[in-house]
């Protein structure tokens, strides 16, 4: 049995093709939510997994919930999407009241009272017990730290039972410079060894990430880079197909559609330069502008973006990316569907500090200033299929971080196979 646990809908993005390649190998897979917000229940590529795959998808502190206290508190802190329309009026009744109050918990108690309140009942014996009951013989989780949702106690359980825990990734960094936020810039390290150095093995993209990783006190025998299962030619045909394309009714095709992929500032990134520049775009008569917040949370990192750009965070980011023109992107690794696409990327490199790998290799139109970008709106009106960088220049950066540098290899079987050699003997 292999047990994989999830948190967010990047991991989700980046684990569920290689728990998919697993389960149509014919291993035997548990697939929990070690947070109790996500909406597990309404995910596309999870109920992909559900209806082709003999394979359990629950949230962690629902397993094993025999007492009250327990069954009490995992309504408390789960998300409302376990109020359905089968629930009979008194349970619903009693699920939103138990809602309202987690709401008044965080709101009126500190974060420390309130994580500890939570791990007083959800302690190491109760995370014991499910690890015991689902007997894995190896742990999948993505790049956690010990401090966030319960993996503090299950690091410990994975220890006590000789459990071996694997960390792959739940995104693909693509910056080369050796700090990448403010904090780490601030702390003057990336504090990688603290952080992950509990895991027994670490799987990274792109060898640029393992080098970084290595340079930052991560054990070089813990590590290794095996490329992108997420945007792999097999799984991508699979992904396509998962999310159908959505009409998008903000598509203006007398006009050069652009979508802007918002990311976190804390990524050296410039709020203010970035707010300035599309509201320059915006003033462009010709441009219709679409802002797409990112997907981790599916929320804006900065609202006032909204005053100069259509708000599109209930479309999907792949059938928008279809629909469009062109996309403005920084960071986020969406960036690489844009390029499998064929479609215009402008990397307006003055919106961040970051120093990236498609930069290096030209795989993107880059941009120096505002003018500059302003100018390549004027070229892309009298030629919209314009582009300033060539197909082998994105050949090049696709292989590089897909094919972790060889594009004869299949990362699906890279990471199906290097999890099947860690995995205790049954």
């Not at 050296?268 to 949370?297: A, M, Q, Y």
């Not at 402008?346 to 961040?352: G, L």
Request: charge should be positive; include cysteine; aromatic fraction near 12%.
């Amino acid at each position: 049995m292999i047990l994989f646990l999830i948190r967010r809908y990047n991991d989700i993005d980046h684990l569920t093709p290689v728990i998919h390649e697993l389960l149509k190998s014919k291993q035997k897979c548990t697939v929990l939510s070690i947070n109790p917000d996500l909406k597990i229940h309404n995910d596309k590529r999870l109920n992909y997994l559900k209806s082709n795959f003999d394979v359990k998808i629950d949230h962690f502190n629902n397993i094993n919930n025999g007492f009250l206290l327990n069954k009490i508190f995992y309504y408390l802190t789960s998300n409302v999407s376990i109020i359905n329309k089968n629930n009979g009026f008194i349970k619903t009744s009693i699920l939103r009241f138990l809602k309202i109050l987690n709401v008044l918990l965080k709101k009126f108690t500190s974060q420390s009272f309130y994580s500890k309140l939570i791990n007083s009942v959800f302690n190491y014996k109760f995370n014991y017990d499910v690890i015991s009951k689902i007997s894995p013989q190896i742990i999948v989780m993505d790049w956690v730290k010990e401090y966030q949702h319960n993996t503090y106690f299950i690091n410990k359980v994975s220890k006590n039972k000789n459990i071996p825990l694997v960390a792959l990734p739940h995104g693909i960094p693509l910056w080369t410079n050796n700090l990448g936020t403010y904090k780490e810039v601030q702390l003057g390290t990336t504090n990688d060894k603290k952080n992950f150095d509990f895991f027994d093995h670490l799987v990274v993209t792109t060898k640029n990430e393992m080098k970084r990783k290595i340079n930052n006190g991560i054990n070089k025998n813990k590590i290794t880079s095996l490329g992108s299962p997420r945007f792999s030619k097999e799984w991508k045909k699979i992904y396509d197909d998962i999310y159908k394309e959505e009409s998008i009714p903000f598509i203006d095709n007398n006009k050069i559609n652009v979508v802007f992929m918002e990311h976190s500032y804390h990524y050296l990134g410039n709020k203010e330069i970035t707010l300035k520049s599309l509201e320059l775009i915006s003033k462009l008569d010709f441009v219709n502008l679409l802002i797409k917040p990112h997907t981790r949370n599916n929320k804006f990192f900065n609202s006032d973006l909204l005053n100069f750009g259509i708000n599109c965070s209930d479309f999907s980011s792949l059938s928008l990316i279809k629909s469009s023109d062109v996309i403005i992107c920084t960071i986020s690794s969406i960036l690489i569907e844009v390029l499998l696409q064929n479609k215009i990327l402008i990397y307006p490199n003055y919106f961040d500090k970051n120093q990236m790998i498609f930069q290096d290799m030209k795989a993107c139109w880059e941009v120096n200033n505002e003018n500059e970008l302003i100018n390549s709106f004027h070229k892309l009106k009298t030629n919209k299929n314009f582009k300033n960088y060539s197909k082998s220049s994105v050949d090049n950066f696709l292989n590089e971080v897909i094919y972790n540098g060889n594009p004869k290899i299949n990362p699906l079987s890279s990471y199906k196979d290097f999890i099947l050699s860690k995995k205790n003997d049954p």
